[in-house]
């Protein structure tokens, strides 16, 4: 099946953290300092309780690709967030 892009398998989870980095980027431009964090720390926390969540109670291969895609957010937020503040300077 070819999608959009050739979006299937992990340049998909790639392309979710790349939006969210942008996403956060974007954000920092907008919010201050304080309130950046706040946002980064929360969806820091939901990513992790999700691969948490996804560890100890999803049975099936399911939970790879909930933990590759909280994986890439997680990921995307904190590059997003630091060159929001580096940028911000």
Do not use: H
Not at 1 to 25: H, K, S, T, V
Not at 29 to 46: D, F, G, H, P
Not at 54 to 63: A, L, P, T
Not at 65 to 80: A, K, Q, R
Request: with cysteine; net charge positive.
């Amino acid at each position: 099946m070819n999608l959009p892009l050739q979006l299937y398998g992990e340049r998909f989870f790639m392309f979710i953290g790349i939006l969210i980095a942008i996403f956060i980027y974007i954000i920092s431009r907008k919010v201050s300092r304080r309130t950046l964090l706040w946002i980064a720390a929360a969806i820091s926390l939901i990513c992790i309780g999700i691969i948490i969540y996804s560890i100890n109670f999803v049975d099936s291969w399911v939970i790879f690709g909930t933990i590759f895609y909280s994986i890439n957010v997680f990921l995307g937020t904190m590059v997003g967030t630091i060159i929001g503040i580096i940028k911000k300077k």
